[in-house]
Nanobody
Framework: QVQLVESGGALVQPGGSLRLSCAVY????????IGWFRQAPGKEREGVSC????????TYADSVKGRFTISRDNTKNTVSLQMNSLKPEDTAVYYC???????????????????WGKGTLVTVSS
């Protein structure tokens, strides 16, 4: 019943923009925080951004602050990540994930997330 489906990954030039979307099925964003994580080749999975609807908490990794913006559409149960001023080091598979209560999500701890999407590839290259 629970599904998280990412979309929007693409090849983009440095300085460009992309918008990723996560459609959430089978759970309420009132109970689960939704976060974005990424895993670059040869690197550990890291937290990118998180939104907890219950209290409006939002967090960003230092590496993306000022460039990425997370948002939600409560009616459609979707969470998006607007990615601007993209850099080659942003290249990664991006995953959305759900966290009951949201503490792991807010802290960017992938191990505590309860549900995961399959990921969408973002490649930043000229």
């Amino acid at each position: 019943q629970v599904q998280l489906v990412e979309s929007g990954g693409a090849l983009v030039q440095p300085g460009g923009s992309l918008r990723l979307s996560c459609a959430v099925y089978g759970l309420s964003l009132d109970d689960y925080a939704i976060g974005w994580f990424r895993q670059a080749p040869g690197k550990e999975r890291e937290g990118v951004s998180c939104n907890r609807r219950s209290d409006g908490s939002t967090t960003y990794a230092d590496s993306v602050k000022g460039r990425f913006t997370i948002s939600r559409d409560n009616t459609k149960n979707t969470v998006s990540l607007q990615m601007n001023s993209l850099k080659p080091e942003d290249t990664a598979v991006y995953y959305c994930a759900a966290d009951l209560g949201g503490s792991s999500c807010i802290m960017g701890h992938s191990n505590g997330m309860d549900y995961w999407g399959k990921g969408t590839l973002v490649t930043v290259s000229s």
